[in-house]
């Protein structure tokens, strides 16, 4: 059974989106370093976009360093990815993410031990 593609918001362009998609399949490691990626027109078909799109995605990964293109073969994911997708990410969260929502978690009088589960 073929999962149902993602749901598009208009707010930032869909290649944008893709590779957000993309960046937390390697990071929870349904794509793992080493190992390849789906096609461009497989990842298209799978996400309901153009190809042009879903390439032009990959090729912006393939820009920070994240995939590799190996002639003949197809894309891998690069060795280092995810280490470094994880730095990048936590510090994007840190700076960016964290202040609003520590402030909303303070105005409504909640306590980080209140979010732990036991």
């Known amino acids: ?3 149902a593609p993602p749901q598009w918001n208009e707010d930032q362009p869909i290649y944008r989106q ?7 399949r390697i990071l929870d490691r349904t794509y793992p370093e080493g190992e390849m990626l789906p096609s ?3 990842l298209a078909s799978d996400c309901d976009v153009n190809p042009l799109t879903a390439a032009k995605a ?3 990964l393939a820009r920070d360093g994240l995939i590799e293109r190996l002639r003949g073969e197809g894309l891998m994911v690069a060795k280092g990815a995810r280490e470094a997708l994880l730095k990048r990410e936590r510090s994007r969260f840190l700076k960016g993410e964290w202040p609003a929502l520590r402030a909303r978690l303070h105005r409504l009088g909640i306590e980080l031990a209140d979010l732990v589960e036991e």
Do not use: H, T
């Open 1 to 3: 059974m073929k999962k």
């Open 18 to 24: 893709l590779m957000d998609q993309l960046v937390a």
């Open 40 to 42: 461009v027109r497989q």
């Open 58 to 60: 990959y090729k912006e």
